[in-house]
């Protein structure tokens, strides 16, 4: 493939907290837009990093915990240079100034505060990942650039919109880009399916100037399935193509009530067979 390099992040989540409550609510606030998984002190935590970091899109985390504090968790994360590639957001009561400098000293992306309000969790999730993502991306051209290739990185979540098509779009189609690159195959609801994570990734991308050996494409997996197009309930895949303002008009938008942006709808994501991948238990 030339010009464009995807990569992938899995819609992962670890939280780490001694009280079950806490570890039920956010798995509950969480659990329609990632894999929730939840360990109750640091020490786990940590094994939990070391045997599956790289499938982790973000961590929250509790300081205050029996046998291995939050504290000494951030102090190995960084000393491994986890916090590099994993946002990290607190989990926190009411925490002085002194503390959450600390925190971001030690490369802590934000705070979740209690009690939790959904849409801010989310938000704020969400936030993190992106700008992780735009981290990395940015680290990767740094170091390209210095081996003499150019490079620019593309936000992982900017859209404009495109008059001539008529939908919003990046300035490279980075599902296309990964499709191309052979990290997966576009399934019939629109979104990449990867073998390992299924459709449950985000996507980064890069975009240079050196010439890239891609990988064999993907075999596509829909055949005659089609269970994205019969529950979608803005009967936005029964066409050819995704339908996109028909699906944004439902999917996404600001909560009337809670006066924030939210997504409402991935029921063609959750119903695919392959959304979870081989990794996560899905085929
Ligand atoms: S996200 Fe919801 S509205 Fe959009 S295509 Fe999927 S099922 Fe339809
Ligand atoms: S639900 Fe079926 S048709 Fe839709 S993307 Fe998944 S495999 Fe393809």
Excluded at 128 to 136: E, G, N, P, R
Aim: charged letters at 25%.
């Amino acid at each position: 493939m030339e010009g464009a390099q995807a990569g992938s992040t899995v819609q992962k989540i670890l939280v780490v907290d001694d009280a079950a409550l806490n570890r039920e609510l956010l798995r509950e606030l969480l659990a329609d837009e990632y894999l929730v998984d939840t360990v109750e002190d640091g020490e786990q935590a940590l094994r939990r990093l070391r045997e599956e970091g790289h499938s982790m899109a973000a961590l929250l985390l509790d300081l205050n915990m029996p046998r291995m504090s939050g504290f000494a968790v951030l102090e190995e994360m960084r000393r491994h240079h986890w916090t590099q590639h994993i946002p990290v957001l607190i989990i926190s009561g009411e925490y002085s100034p002194e503390v959450e400098n600390r925190c971001f000293e030690l490369g802590v992306s934000d705070f979740i505060h209690k009690p939790f309000e959904s849409s801010i969790v989310k938000n704020r999730v969400r936030n993190s990942i992106t700008a992780k993502m735009d981290a990395i991306a940015l680290d990767l051209c740094i170091e390209l650039e210095k081996r003499g290739v150019q490079c620019v990185p593309v936000p992982a979540n900017e859209s404009q919109w495109d008059e001539r098509t008529g939908r919003w779009r990046s300035v490279v189609s980075q599902k296309h880009a990964a499709q191309a690159a052979g990290l997966g195959t576009i399934g019939r609801h629109s979104l990449l399916i990867t073998p390992e994570l299924g459709s449950m990734v985000w996507l980064g991308c890069v975009l240079c100037g050196a010439e890239l050996e891609p990988d064999p494409m993907r075999e596509p997996v829909c055949d005659d399935c089609g269970k994205c197009v019969e529950v979608c309930p803005a009967r936005a895949l029964d066409g050819g193509e995704l339908v996109q303002q028909a699906c944004w008009d439902h999917a996404f938008g600001d909560d009337p009530e809670k006066q924030v942006w939210r997504i409402s709808c991935h029921a063609c994501r959750d119903v695919c067979p392959y959304c979870l991948g081989s990794w996560n238990g899905g085929r």
